[in-house]
């Protein structure tokens, strides 16, 4: 079986907005490799989870670790530097570049910045966002077609193995919605992400195109090498994808288990359909 | 199919359009008379003045208003640097010229640099508090900065001359001084929008919060972005000054029309095509020139009229107008005028022939 050990760790995280507590105590961690699934009710929190992660909110209490490197006071640009990716609720693309692009910007930190991820560790926070010889060295061409070359084929590699290839050239905001959400998840890939945050991606999508990206994302698992953590409402993709499911509510998180032991969990029915109908689930 | 050219070909027809461009302004140069040979060199600066805020605004998608501010601070150092220290004596009755301008002269290419570099550390200062803002309050917040250096300006009267301004700057700029200029510009905007941090600016313009998550610091980028087009203005600054020999700090010399007339030359063109700022610089350069013959005394159908002052303003609002409403993207949109577009257009024109 695959490795056990921890890739996120959220140490008792609350994050309150004035007087309003979205995310009160979460305490759990992601495993390496594994497909966790994160469902409530709307309004539960489990996007103010992603963004506590990914360094749009700064938690008012608790600490997050990757990799057992303390990343809650990391701006978000450092969190995708040190290997976390997410895609958004409400698709984000860059419309008016093309697909290509999409994906080529998502390198863009890797040549930019000096060995990120080790000068992370070494003073806990990245300093420098550009590598300052490396932008001239691009205005002037300097050895820069070389790598631009090595980024293209990069993307146009990932592109390849999602089936958007041959939709390379086109602009983002001419793609149906379902090649879209596709392209978020292709541009978080280009980033060397080792944990891909996905914030519904079935959200929208007809029965049979969400079943096609269950077995797209259990596949992605597998050929990129990346821990999932799914935010998702779609019951039939959570349960057939997920190893483990969280389940918030009222930022609470009140269950964890597998999807059977979900299913069967008195107080997600509660949560779900209110109390005084939970006695007709059993 | 549109078939692509070869970068090879690519370079050789760049390379071929850059020497024809030359000379097309050796010919003017020798055969035009003077009031043309300026209205070329004025194309050449406004060019320069509208792809280093095309930079800023159409690629980066910063709002910015102050770009007067940044040509002003380049057009008083490079021509305070250019003026014979016997010329500075004369013209500042007010106060003594301060040290160092009393005791420097330079030749015009070093001054033109030192504007754009002074340009460049303003807008670093100006920019590290306003871009913390975006969109309506950073427009204003640069707004408001550009206003403060026209301000300085007019009360910095032992470097300005206040009010007064400066008068007699040699009159250095030609087609050549400008042209090259833009060629210098166009080349670096364009060399740099076309490497992954021309992608990372227009993902910045796109969307700010995907931008942040694929790992690129916006505000790094952004505040590059903004030194770079000032470091241009400046440098078109200094074309500018030592275009037309006097400048003073008036809201309608080196103010706030200028911002606007920049930005208008660069929405006509295209907000975030660099050859539609060039062509939107020509043409609101030409227009603004050919239309003077509306101020002039005319006769249509033996009724005199005698000229009215602003009506070539009119006009051109109304020509601007119209451009908005069948080009609402402007000229170009964000496209490019490159080679490969006109071959393909080309190729599809040639095919539709054949049918």
């Known amino acids: 079986m695959r490795a056990m050990n921890e890739i996120l760790k959220l140490d008792h995280v609350t994050m309150q907005f004035g007087g309003l507590t979205a995310v009160n105590d979460f305490n759990n961690h992601v495993r390496e490799g594994e497909i966790l699934g994160l469902i409530g009710p709307n309004g539960a929190g489990k996007t103010t989870v992603f963004n506590v992660v990914t360094g749009v909110y700064y938690p008012t209490k608790g600490k997050v670790l990757f990799n057992g490197l303390d990343i809650t006071s990391l701006k978000p640009h450092h969190i995708t530097h040190v290997g976390i990716s997410r895609t958004f609720q409400n698709i984000r693309l860059f419309q008016d570049m093309t697909v290509l692009d999409n994906v080529m910007v998502a390198q863009h930190h890797e040549i930019a910045t000096k060995d990120a991820e080790k000068y992370l560790v070494k003073i806990g926070k990245s300093k420098y966002g550009a590598n300052s010889t490396w932008f001239w060295r691009s205005v002037f061409k300097l050895g820069y077609l070389r790598r631009e070359k090595e980024m293209k084929d990069k993307a146009l590699n990932i592109l390849e193995k999602l089936g958007l290839r041959k939709l390379a050239a086109e602009k983002a905001s001419s793609l149906p919605y379902g090649e879209q959400r596709l392209l978020e998840i292709a541009r978080a890939l280009a980033t060397d992400a080792k944990l891909l945050l996905l914030d519904e991606p079935a959200a929208g999508m007809n029965p049979s195109e969400s079943q096609q990206l269950v077995q797209l994302i259990k596949w992605i698992r597998d050929e990129f090498k990346v821990t999932i953590f799914i935010i998702e409402h779609d019951m039939k993709v959570v349960m057939g994808l997920c190893e483990r499911i969280l389940v918030m509510d009222y930022g609470v998180l009140i269950a964890e288990g597998t999807p059977d032991e979900i299913q069967e969990n008195k107080k997600v029915i509660e949560a779900y359909l209110g109390e005084e109908w939970s006695h007709v689930a059993e | ?355």
């Open chain 2, 1 to 355: 199919m549109p078939m692509k050219l070869s970068n090879r070909t690519n370079f050789i027809l760049t390379v071929a359009l850059v020497f024809f461009v030359w000379l097309l302004l050796f010919f003017i140069n020798g055969h035009m008379n003077t009031y043309m040979i300026r209205i070329v060199s004025l194309i050449g600066i406004y060019g320069v003045m509208a792809v280093s805020l095309t930079l800023i605004n159409g690629i980066t998608g910063i709002f910015s208003l102050g770009h007067s501010g940044f040509i002003a601070l380049g057009a008083y150092t490079s021509a305070l640097l250019t003026m014979s220290i016997h010329q500075k004596e004369v013209t500042f009755i007010l106060d003594k010229v301060a040290w160092p301008f009393n005791s420097v002269q330079l030749p015009f290419l070093p001054a033109t640099i030192i504007g754009g570099i002074v340009a460049a550390v303003f807008s670093f200062l100006i920019g590290w508090p306003s871009l913390r803002l975006s969109g309506d309050y950073l427009a204003i917040a640069t707004l408001g900065f550009s206003e403060i250096i026209r301000i300085l300006a007019l009360n910095l009267r032992s470097i300005t001359n206040g009010a007064l301004g400066l008068k007699s700057i040699p009159q250095y700029t030609n087609v050549w001084w400008s042209w090259t200029w833009l060629l210098i510009t166009v080349l670096f905007v364009g060399s740099l929008v076309n490497s992954s941090f021309g992608r990372a600016l227009k993902a910045i313009r796109e969307d700010r919060v995907a931008a942040a998550s694929m790992g690129i610091n916006i505000f790094k980028h952004q505040l590059l972005s903004f030194v770079i087009g000032g470091f241009f203005a400046g440098i078109s600054g200094s074309l500018y000054a030592h275009w037309l020999t006097t400048i003073d700090p008036r809201t309608t010399s080196i103010g706030v029309m200028l911002t606007f007339n920049v930005l208008i030359m660069i929405v006509i063109g295209g907000l975030g095509s660099i050859s539609g700022a060039i062509i939107g610089a020509g043409l609101f350069a030409i227009l603004t020139e050919w239309l003077r013959f509306l101020e002039e005394p005319m006769k249509i159908f033996s009724f005199e009229f005698s000229g009215i002052a602003g009506l070539r303003m009119l006009v051109f609002s109304a020509m601007f107008v119209m451009v908005m409403i069948f080009w609402p993207r402007g000229i170009m949109g964000r496209k490019e005028l490159t080679w490969n577009t006109l071959y393909s257009k080309l190729r599809r024109g040639s095919g539709e022939s054949n049918e």
